[in-house]
């Protein structure tokens, strides 16, 4: 909480109605468990309707890079989605991180369930360099909202 008080300006908390909904099915069953529950929230909050505007695109970080098949997405060519080795290896790329193996690697020992699948070489160069510039625009102007 100390993190998203001091970044205030660069995290967005969204009540969803996927997440409303399971937390009701939690009290009638507090065992309730729902699959791609946060990737299902984040398309929710991407295709609010005065979201995206135009041309613009949103990143959706997943660990399961299959989930837009999972989830109902309204507009998918709205949406890059990008697997957990996709982002170390942005990072990597960007010189955020030094290795995204390491980074991958101690994920797994700490129990997480990432995927190794990249897909971000798939999408058009073009859009790829625009991901980068975002990350890049982020690294010149933390503060800034986007």
């Given at each position: ?18 997440y409303v909904n399971f937390d009701t ?122």
């Open positions: 909480m100390d993190w998203v008080k001091a970044h205030h300006a660069q995290v967005e908390i969204a009540v969803t109605n996927a099915a939690r009290i009638v069953n507090p065992q309730a468990y729902e699959p791609n529950l946060g990737e299902r929230a984040a398309v929710e909050v991407i295709e609010e309707p005065a979201r995206l505007q135009d041309d613009d695109k949103a990143i959706l970080l997943c660990e399961e890079t299959a989930v837009t098949r999972r989830v109902i997405v309204r507009e998918r060519d709205k949406i890059i989605e990008l697997s957990t080795m996709d982002f170390l290896k942005l990072l990597e790329s960007e010189q955020r991180i030094q290795s995204a193996d390491a980074v991958f690697d101690r994920a797994l020992a700490a129990g997480r369930n990432a995927s190794r699948i990249e897909k971000f070489g798939q999408h058009d160069p073009a859009l790829r360099e625009a991901v980068r510039e975002t990350l890049r625009a982020v690294q010149r102007n933390p503060n800034a909202k986007r």
